[in-house]
């Protein structure tokens, strides 16, 4: 079992950056893949970003690739969402996310955090 704590979410103007942290209890963090969700007011929560359990495969939702990357440090049991180049639609409020494996966390994800909010202004 697996808790999930993010932070770093908050108010940045559209073209700039924000990193998000997801810090993970538990002593079995480098066997989970990880990844990272978003929900905007009336909107269905959806995908961003997933890293396998070493970190050498990524992927990325198709609206936020080439502008966000998610990777992780299994020592510190933590996963990063580092977003650059903001529009005001990325504004949602981020979850992290830990499963199993990348094609389960990028489903239905088993393990979610409490989420972060994201504004990004115009």
């Known amino acids: 079992q697996v808790q999930l704590v993010e932070s770093g979410g908050g108010l940045v103007q559209a073209g700039g950056s924000l990193r998000l942290d997801c810090a993970a209890s538990?002593?079995?963090?480098?066997?989970?893949?990880m990844g990272w969700f978003r929900q905007a007011p009336g909107k269905e929560r959806e995908f961003v970003a997933a890293?396998?359990?070493?970190?050498?495969?990524?992927y990325y939702a198709d609206s936020v690739k080439g502008r966000f990357t998610i990777s992780r440090d299994n020592a510190k049991k933590t996963v990063y969402l580092q977003m650059d180049r903001l529009k005001p639609e990325d504004t949602a409020v981020y979850y992290c996310?830990?499963?199993?494996?990348?094609?389960?966390?990028?489903?239905?994800?088993?393990?979610w955090g409490q989420g972060t909010q994201v504004t990004v202004s115009s």
């Open positions: 890293i396998n359990w070493s970190g050498h495969s990524t």
């Open positions: 996310a830990a499963d199993g494996s990348t094609a389960q966390v990028m489903g239905v994800p088993t393990y």
């Open positions: 538990g002593r079995t963090f480098s066997a989970y893949a």
